[in-house]
């Protein structure tokens, strides 16, 4: 499928029935209800989505059931994360025979290389393939930045990189990247909460971690900002913060999945070493929530 790398691109978490497997039945409904409400992709199994708890063969199921559940609606895009760069290169080819369309590749976990093992590994994983590739920086959460100037670098000599998902909180990054790429590269805000101010800078899409229970509301919100609307987007955004800012934290994974839970789409189950929140930390929690439910601008989004 030939995309175009826009709009509000969930990077979805991953359902998991009560013996911690995956939830095919819920996956292909979520999806369906996330495209239905203007997302324009699926991102799946990515650090949101729990992807470094999965097999191969799980990664490849749950991709397959994405697939065939949007079919040619919007493309999905394999989050490709490993510590080794041949283990990166077989995640991407299975991706690619699985049907995705595309792929958002991450810095190897755990080793922090220098910009020429790290040039290296995205070269190889991205050369291994001919779909449209997606370079994830977030040096804040993996401990490896790709400059500007380093990003520009690879787009150069990689044709089919086409899109950076550029989450350093600093949206100077984006007017970076800009002024030497031009539009040359799309770029997406990867930090939920400064969404608005990147696309005041130039930003053309979102992968969205609150988009999962708020899929109505954040294509809105993307909307509005894009469209220069920028009085009904503060009103949304002012509305919406406190939960995109749940986005930002190190229990992320668990924080929006307790949303998705009170919304009625999904389930606090998570994989250990995570454990489901407790004590204060779910009470405080809990009040954000409540509080953002019973001052929601819109009564209902699209339903089940």
């Given at each position: 499928?030939?995309?175009?790398?826009?709009?509000?691109?969930?990077?979805?978490?991953?359902?998991?029935?009560?013996?911690?497997?995956?939830?095919?039945e819920f996956t292909a409904k979520h999806v369906a209800w996330l495209i239905e409400n203007g997302c324009t992709g699926i991102v799946a199994?990515?650090?949101?989505?729990?992807?470094?708890?999965?097999?191969?063969?799980?990664?490849?199921?749950?991709?397959?059931?994405?697939?065939?559940?949007?079919?040619?609606?919007?493309?999905?895009?394999?989050?490709?994360?490993?510590?080794?760069t041949a283990d990166a290169i077989a995640q991407t080819k299975a991706a690619e025979e699985a049907g995705c369309s595309g792929v958002m590749v991450l810095p190897?976990?755990?080793?922090?290389?220098?910009?020429r093992e790290m040039k290296y590994h995205l070269s190889e994983i991205i050369g291994s393939t001919p779909l449209s590739c997606m370079l994830y920086n977030n040096p804040v959460a993996y401990g490896t930045d790709f400059l500007p100037k380093q990003i520009v670098e690879l787009a150069s000599e990689l044709p089919n990189l086409h899109s950076v998902k550029e989450s350093s909180t600093d949206v100077r990054r984006i007017t970076a990247i800009r002024a030497l790429a031009g539009d040359r590269l799309k770029i997406f805000v990867g930090v939920d909460d400064v969404i608005v101010e990147g696309i005041n800078v130039g930003a053309v899409g979102w992968v969205a971690g609150l988009v999962s229970a708020f899929p109505k509301e954040s294509v809105d919100l993307f909307n509005y900002a894009i469209n220069g609307e920028a009085e009904r987007a503060r009103e949304l955004y002012e509305w919406f913060l406190p939960l995109l800012r749940l986005d930002t934290?190190?229990?992320?994974?668990?924080?929006?999945?307790?949303v998705q839970e009170k919304v009625g789409w999904g389930s606090t189950r998570v994989r250990p070493p995570r454990l489901e929140l407790?004590?204060?930390?779910?009470?405080?929690?809990?009040?954000?929530?409540?509080?953002?439910?019973?001052?929601?601008?819109?009564?209902?989004?699209?339903?089940?």
């Open positions: 499928m030939n995309f175009e790398w826009k709009g509000v691109m969930p990077a979805i978490t991953t359902c998991f029935d009560e013996n911690l497997q995956i939830d095919h199994n990515g650090s949101i989505g729990e992807g470094g708890t999965m097999s191969l063969d799980e990664k490849i199921s749950l991709w397959k059931t994405i697939v065939g559940s949007v079919g040619d609606r919007v493309p999905v895009i394999a989050a490709i994360a490993s510590m080794t190897p976990y755990i080793y922090r290389g220098d910009w934290v190190p229990k992320f994974v668990q924080l929006i999945k307790l407790t004590g204060t930390e779910l009470e405080e929690t809990l009040a954000i929530i409540d509080h953002a439910l019973a001052t929601r601008p819109r009564a209902e989004a699209a339903g089940h």
